[in-house]
């Protein structure tokens, strides 16, 4: 028995040895590829999302303004250093006492950090300065870019420092090693390098388990054909799964920053099947992943090759001069330009429209406008000059860095220091297989809708030779936005019921920009919603006279979308001959290129 356990123990020791020899040459090479990269971030080659002057003239200007009020400086340092006493003094409390003290911070959420005298002491000493920062930054003027910048940036430095995302502080991480005595190290550096190698030397960190879900075999498995293509879309009609359909088809037009599959989750979660098992006739853009060849194409084309090609396609195939659509993101700024359009052109093809986390006035976009200015857009020009689009991972980044301490240092922790593999979930794979944008398209986005703002000017915009207002659209408007969006805050969103210019229907959702619009209806409601009788100019006087509801939001725009015409006809099947005869099934090769 003994000599087995030598054995044993010898050839654990050689795997290992062998596994770290093996990791020690990947290491070897990653850090030559992520030498590389450094070296193209320095001269300018690859776009970065923060300037170094930008940061550097803003952190400026907000310590002028705080030595410019000293007397309110200096009672925020005094109330910093009661908060620091205070924190010490707990510190030399009862242990059990102490112990049974455990913040609400889920970065710290495991017992290891209370029970550990080191990493609680860690840890109070990071949230009580973090707290005091906070403080600080939240008593100096906040009308300026600057100060959002410097709150912005000098949160993600308090993120990267938080003891949770060290071994040597992190209680729950040293505990794992020592129980797998050290495989859990091991582990994490491989999946550490796995991530380098993936993004060729810069860490493409891993949310989701890339091998659990793939489209069109556990993903946007609704039954359709796609029955017309063009340059920039696939259009994908649906298979019928009621015996009567509404007479007035609907077309869902998703953002082209990721796929569409977004609105055809699992069976479970498909906005897609929802709506079919309701009797519509469910149409939507499949966008293309945009290559070189797409450098010219600009936001008139994503309009008329579009929606508008898409419209006329639906019409010929139902024969129906009407239809719903519904834009979700940017492909809802998409639909709010393109009413517009028609209002100004005197078509009035469109029943009712809906859109899904849409801003409409861009004067205050959040946390996102520390990394659009005149100076970002000028290098964004430069850096697509050659290459005719942006690449996906930079707006994966920056979503990212908007959410932290969820979307960076949570995966940090459980991937390196605890060695886990990224659990399945849905749609944080959705989220990372996101798309390039065309460098026409993204440029006039961000100079005109993004900086100037003139999507909510009459007549500010121009789409094909023609110049819209979006007070001229009076279809019926549905509006959703969701309360936790830090993508597009819902106090963006809300703007659209002073200016629409017909009927609107605008609900405030639970949860964030994804979770909160792909929220179905189930026997457990997760989020629930609130709806007005009325619709004051603020968003406090909307919050005011707002009835809170249970459960997801789908029932509620599908009835008010229903209530607009009640017509119903015999199923229609996917084109199957004739001008738009299928092409391939659902959900179709363009979103399925990378």
């Avoid at 990212?400 to 060695?419: N, T």
């Avoid at 979308?561 to 391939?584: C, H, N, Q, S």
Wanted: aromatic share 10%.
């Amino acid at each position: 028995m003994a000599e087995t356990d030598k054995e044993t123990g010898a050839l654990d020791i050689a795997e290992t040895g062998a596994r770290l020899l093996t990791l020690t040459q990947r290491m070897m090479s990653a850090a030559a590829q992520a030498q590389a990269h450094s070296v193209r971030t320095a001269t300018g080659s690859e776009f970065s999302l923060m300037d170094a002057a930008t940061l550097a003239k803003a952190y400026g200007a907000v310590w002028a303004d705080a030595l410019s009020n000293p007397a309110e400086f200096w009672e925020t340092q005094i109330k910093a250093g009661t908060n620091m006493m205070n924190m010490w003094q707990s510190l030399l409390a009862p242990e059990d006492e102490a112990a049974g003290a455990k913040p609400k911070d889920r970065r710290f959420a495991d017992p290891a950090w209370s029970e550990d005298p080191m990493s609680r002491v860690y840890r109070d000493v990071f949230l009580t300065f973090e707290k005091a920062t906070k403080e600080l930054l939240d008593g100096l003027p906040k009308e300026s870019k600057d100060h959002l910048r410097v709150s912005f940036y000098t949160r993600q430095m308090l993120s990267a420092l938080s003891p949770s995302n060290y071994l040597l502080t992190n209680a729950a991480a040293r505990k794992k090693f020592i129980e797998t005595k050290g495989e859990s190290l091991l582990n994490g550096l491989e999946n550490l390098l796995v991530d380098l190698e993936r993004g060729e030397g810069r860490v493409d960190l891993a949310t989701n388990d890339p091998t659990a879900f793939e489209v069109g075999v556990n993903l946007a498995t609704t039954e359709g054909k796609v029955v017309f293509e063009n340059e920039l879309m696939q259009l994908i009609q649906y298979e019928p799964r009621t015996e009567k359909q509404h007479a007035i088809p609907l077309l869902l037009v998703p953002a082209w920053i990721n796929k569409f599959y977004i609105l055809d989750m699992r069976p479970e979660n498909s906005l897609v099947r929802y709506m079919l098992d309701r009797g519509h006739s469910v149409f939507v853009i499949s966008w293309v992943n945009p290559t070189k060849a797409h450098a010219d194409k600009d936001f008139a084309d994503y309009m008329k090759l579009g929606p508008l090609t898409a419209l006329d396609v639906m019409r010929d195939i139902t024969q129906e001069e009407k239809a719903n659509i519904l834009g979700f993101c940017i492909g809802g700024i998409l639909v709010t330009a393109t009413l517009g359009y028609l209002a100004a052109t005197g078509d009035q093809r469109i029943n009712a429209a809906t859109t899904l986390a849409t801003m409409v006035d861009f004067n205050d976009v959040g946390e996102i406008g520390v990394f659009i200015d005149d100076n970002r857009l000028k290098v964004l020009r430069e850096h697509m000059k050659d290459k005719g689009y942006l690449e996906n991972r930079h707006l994966q980044d920056m979503f990212s860095m908007l959410r932290e301490k969820d979307l960076i240092w949570s995966f940090v922790e459980a991937s390196y220091l605890r060695g886990d593999k990224p659990r399945a979930f849905d749609l944080l794979f959705w989220n990372s297989d996101s798309t390039r944008l065309p460098a026409a398209m993204l440029l006039w986005y961000l100079e005109e809708v993004y900086l100037q703002n003139k999507l909510r000017t009459p007549g500010g915009l121009e789409m094909n030779g023609v110049r819209i207002d979006i007070s001229k659209i009076k279809t019926p408007f549905f509006i959703l936005a969701t309360e936790d969006d830090h993508i597009a805050p819902w106090t963006s969103i809300y703007p659209a019921t002073q200016i629409l210019g017909g009927e609107v229907e605008f609900v405030l959702g639970g949860s964030g920009h994804i979770a909160g619009v792909i929220n179905p209806p189930a026997k457990r409601p997760k989020y629930g919603f609130r709806t007005a009788a009325k619709y004051p100019p603020t968003t406090e006087g909307f919050l005011e006279a707002a009835v809170a509801h249970e459960g997801s939001w789908w029932p509620h725009w599908a009835e008010w979308l229903e209530a607009k015409d009640g017509r119903m006809v015999a199923p229609r099947k996917p084109a199957t001959r004739g001008r738009y005869k299928a092409i391939e099934p659902a959900p179709g090769r363009y979103v399925k290129a990378k």
